[in-house]
């Protein structure tokens, strides 16, 4: 096998005091290879969010504290890193898309402006930056995109603001992709197209894309891998389509259960019993 | 914006009769007091009001005719400037305003402008720095300084750095030494600079406290916010995070702010002016307090409340165009 | 302040509050000023509180007081002490009003039938064979030879020009400052309560209307508008029109939160599902939304006191307050001008006082800011 693209070996995150810490995230080691689809499934509090951030440091680091493991991107440790070379990582080589698109853009800056800055950033040698600009636009499907460059964030629609932060987070040409619940805000259909959009991507980019998600559908049709956590842990990893048909822990059956089957009698939805779990 | 301009100077209208109205009452209740016409109790010696005096001030403000037709000579008067006659020395009141102006416009406008520059970044700073002991020192001292009367802190001044038995560094009052005209022009400027320090002083370090407390919120309240995070997810440095992203945010509510501050320009210095012999607009306002000269005090409030009603609405103007979000309803 | 003070609203803010060390200690000495304002002529004053002399035993002090006196000393702690036990108060309200309605009547008629004796005689100098004085043995009005003295063990905080003493002027100018504070801040809170409840509920023109009145307000510096109504009036030293004056003039802070408050409540649900029920306005503002805007106001309410204390050493200062000799902060101040280069004391004291007062209320005001709002909890 060749090297992987990200190793995270024995992380741990905790909060608040050091004598009863709340331990976000407790000791969990995964892979991922270049151009892979890993996708982390968990409820909330699971601590996928926290690992997500965690990766590039994006924590903040009084209410949180990274005790514990390392993190190696490439074969570096992000962990360890000093501040410049973790800053030229991320947005080049590591890119982010966030839950929340309407908060996540500056609201006193043009989209274009904020692309401007990534490209300006990390691709100087770029000539023609406005260009290149329309061109990312366009990949991810915003229409008019010459037009758009002077629009306000909040002048556009949830599922124009994303694509935006796709936008931006592709401009640079990233190798991995974190996507943290991209499409939990947003409108169902809308959904539907965010994703569509991602596996288009996925395949056009050779870049290796890390879903964070509590929806369990989602990740059928878009992950190649699936990792369940629960409560700070991963209890369950493997490639999705046997994950889904065969699941080994009781709380990656329970998760499953959980969705609701088309032409399955159901009277009463699942509910996850904690109790018989761990 | 034009539309919004136009509607917004509309809505002024109201609010400027109302002005004019208060201060029309403020003018009715003036001669009719005894006190006044027997000439004042206290120790600020009201003067009693002369014949004379009463007749101008009678003729002045229309009183001997009804109401609504004083109100409407008056706002007459006004709107074409004439603001009556001194008591004191029968100048125009609008000579007597333009002549105190300037100084108390570069007292308080050179405050205004001192305060915003160091608050901004302390407060930024704090923000920054937050629970750490920077932020809890600038806190706690910004704390204090906002406690203390402007006044009592004159004093203390002046009984410790000006004049008096201990240090002797700065003049204790007036704008410009008495042999100013013999100065050179270099050495005027000093001279008047000195005379400066310590009431530019007193009437910056309250705004400045509370101008630095409004910009560490702010400044805290941006810094949670979700597109900080990504812009250190884009690889920004943190310097230009603070600085580019967030500050031009956190700098919003700071504007509006400041505008709504423009009005103490005019009469933010009356306790000051008094204590340090300057003869600005808050000299002028508080003796003619003292001797009732009433064409100048009235001249003065309704200037003050003009203004004021001029900056509210800049404040209105500045901030739609400030913050892209804001469209004009 | 049992543990387990309840998980009330108002309980949960106190706890929030208490938490706080600044907030806390500035609510002592909050409370302290209180008691000294209340009890100023048992702290400093030339007459005796016990004197024992020709085999008779009298109570100088006491026989001295004015009625106003006595209704401070008397009212004030029995405020306290009702605030203390309100518990039992508000579940017997019927009992309660007798009882108070019964105590007045006792403590009115006990002040109409006294007749205060007040000869100018100080017991400082009379021999007696047992006395018992108040810490400070200076009246506050009470000129002597000794001017100018500098702090010293008879005059901790010196005497001024009259050879009045500083520190027996300070404890009774306490009041002077508190209790414009108070009055006046009620005065405001009350127009601006109304004022801006009848924008905030009913909106419409109530609101249009009431928006111009305060932007109308706004527009006059508050300083100068007092100014001119105390001149124009001849109202110096009179302190019931300044605390009117004031209380008239820094309603507009208020207005606007409670408006504020109000607009947002109303489109609560709770509001709504209080209409659906029936409820009629008066009961809807009285009972949900006043009690919800209660933290807020009492927040502007300090700050306001802080404000009105501060805005009465001013006026005090520049001759158009109180003045002497009524013993007011300011105004000693002001008189300390002209002597400042030799008395220092005559600025540093009545500085400190004022200062001590203003930071202890901003205190109390951010604490309880901080307490009523988690969200804006910036420590």
Same mark, same amino acid.
Do not use: A, K, Q, S
């Given at each position: 096998m060749s090297a992987p693209l990200l190793r995270v070996e024995n992380l741990g995150v905790h909060f608040g005091p050091a004598t009863d810490p709340v331990k976000a995230v407790d000791g969990i080691s995964f892979a991922m290879q270049p151009g892979e689809t890993l996708a982390v499934v968990g409820e909330s509090g699971s601590g996928k969010s926290v690992t997500a951030l965690a990766l590039t440091r994006l924590l903040a680091t009084p209410p949180a504290r990274i005790v514990s493991g390392q993190i190696e991107f490439e074969g570096r440790d992000t962990l360890r890193l000093p501040d410049r070379e973790l800053r030229s990582l991320r947005g080049s080589q590591i890119a982010y898309i966030f839950q929340e698109p309407a908060s996540s853009l =500056?609201? #006193? @800056?043009t989209i274009g402006y904020q692309i401007r800055e990534a490209i300006e950033l990390h691709r100087p040698e770029v000539a023609d930056v406005t260009g290149e600009i329309i061109r990312a636009l366009d990949t991810v499907g915003i229409r008019e995109p010459a037009k758009r460059l002077d629009d306000y964030p909040h002048q556009l629609s949830g599922g124009m603001q994303q694509r935006v932060m796709i936008a931006m987070a592709l401009a640079c040409q990233p190798k991995l992709l974190v996507a943290d619940e991209p499409t939990t805000a947003l409108d169902v259909t809308i959904q539907k197209q965010i994703m569509d959009l991602l596996k288009a991507l996925k395949g056009t980019n050779h870049m290796a894309i890390l879903l964070i998600t509590? =929806? @369990?559908?989602? #990740?059928a049709d878009f992950a190649d891998r699936v990792a369940v956590m629960f409560r700070g842990r991963i209890v369950e990893t493997g490639p999705t389509a046997e994950v889904l048909r065969n699941p080994q822990h009781a709380y990656t059956q329970a998760l499953i259960e959980c969705v609701p089957k088309l032409g399955q009698k159901q009277h009463r939805l699942k509910v996850i019993d904690y109790a018989g779990i761990e | 914006m034009t539309t919004y301009l136009i509607r917004r100077l509309l809505l002024l209208v109201p609010t400027l009769i109302g002005i004019t109205l208060l201060t029309f009452l403020l003018i009715r209740l003036a001669p009719g007091n005894a006190a006044l016409l027997k000439g004042g109790g206290g120790e600020n010696g009201g003067r009693a009001m002369t014949a004379e005096q009463r007749e101008t001030v009678i003729k002045l403000y229309d009183l001997d005719k009804p109401a609504h037709v004083a109100y409407a000579l008056w706002i007459w008067k006004v709107f074409h400037g004439n603001l009556g006659d001194s008591f004191v020395d029968h100048r125009p009141v609008t000579q007597k305003i333009s002549e105190r102006l300037p100084l108390t416009i570069s007292l308080t406008g050179t405050s205004l402008i001192l305060s915003y520059l160091v608050a901004i970044p302390l407060g930024v700073v704090a923000a920054i720095k937050r629970g750490q002991t920077v932020d809890r020192t600038i806190s706690f001292v910004v704390f204090v300084l906002y406690s203390i009367p402007s006044f009592a802190a004159a004093l203390l001044l002046i009984l410790f750095v000006a004049g008096g038995d201990y240090l002797n560094l700065l003049p204790m009052y007036g704008k410009n030494s008495i042999n100013a005209s013999e100065m050179s022009d270099g050495a005027w400027l000093l001279d008047r600079i000195r005379h400066m320090i310590l009431p530019v002083i007193c009437l910056t370090y309250a705004s400045l406290a509370s101008i630095s407390r409004y910009a560490r919120v702010s400044m805290l309240e941006v810094l949670g916010q979700d597109f900080i995070r990504t812009a250190r997810a884009k690889g920004l440095a943190e310097r230009v995070v603070i600085l580019r992203h967030a500050l031009r945010n956190a700098l919003i509510p700071i504007i509006t702010i400041f505008t709504l501050e423009l009005p103490v320009l005019i009469s933010g210095a009356i306790i000051l002016e008094e204590i340090f012999s300057l003869p600005g607009m808050g000299q002028l306002v508080f003796q003619s307090l003292e001797s009732r000269d009433i064409p100048v005090i009235m001249g003065c409030t309704t200037l003050a409340a003009v203004i004021t009603l001029l900056s509210y609405l800049l404040a209105d103007i500045l901030y739609v165009a400030v913050d892209p979000r804001i469209t004009y309803e | 302040m049992n543990a387990a003070s309840s998980d009330t609203y108002t309980g949960r803010i106190w706890r929030r509050f208490s938490a706080d060390a600044f907030a806390r200690n500035g609510l002592r000495i909050v409370i302290a000023l209180f008691v000294i304002a209340a009890l100023a002529p048992l702290l400093a004053n030339s007459h005796a509180i016990l004197r024992v002399a020709d085999g008779q035993i009298s109570f100088p002090l006491f026989s001295s007081l004015e009625s106003i006196e006595w209704r401070f000393l008397i009212y004030v702690p029995l405020g306290g002490l009702a605030f203390l036990f309100r518990q039992n108060f508000v579940a017997r309200p019927g009992r309660s009003a007798l009882i108070f309605a019964g105590i007045i009547a006792v403590v009115e008629i006990a002040i109409a039938l006294h007749h205060p004796i007040n000869d100018s005689t100080n017991d400082r100098d009379r021999a007696a064979s047992f006395k018992l004085m108040p810490p400070i043995v200076y009246s506050p009005i009470e000129s002597t030879l000794d001017q100018f003295a500098p702090p010293s063990r008879r005059h901790p905080c010196g005497t001024d020009s009259t050879g009045r003493d500083i520190a027996a002027r300070l404890l009774h100018g306490a009041r002077i400052s508190l209790s414009i504070g108070f009055v006046s801040q009620t005065i405001a809170l009350s127009i601006g309560i109304l004022f801006g409840g009848l924008a905030g509920y009913y909106r419409g023109w109530s609101d249009i209307v009431v928006c111009r009145f305060i932007e109308i307000m706004d527009c006059f510096p508050s300083l100068l508008l007092i100014l001119v109504i105390i001149s124009f009036t001849g109202s110096q030293n009179n302190i019931f029109v300044i605390m009117a004056v004031i209380g008239f003039t820094s309603w507009t802070g208020v207005a606007r939160l409670v408006r504020g408050e109000f607009l947002r409540l109303s489109a609560q649900p709770f509001t709504l599902a209080a209409k659906a029920v029936g409820a009629g306005d008066a009961r809807i503002i009285l009972r949900h939304l006043l009690p919800n805007s209660l933290g807020p106001i009492l927040v502007v309410g300090t700050f306001g006191v802080a404000s009105a204390i501060l805005i009465e050493s001013s006026l005090s200062f520049l001759g158009f307050g109180m003045q002497a000799p009524t013993p007011s902060w300011g105004d000693i101040l002001s008189e300390s001008r002209r002597y400042i280069d030799f008395a220092w004391w005559l600025a540093f004291f009545p500085g400190l006082a004022i200062l001590i007062t203003i930071m202890s209320y901003n205190f109390v005001g951010e604490g309880l800011r901080d307490a009523v709002d988690p969200r804006l909890r910036v420590k």
């Open positions: =500056n609201p #006193v @800056f509590h =929806n @369990f559908g989602l #990740v | - | -």
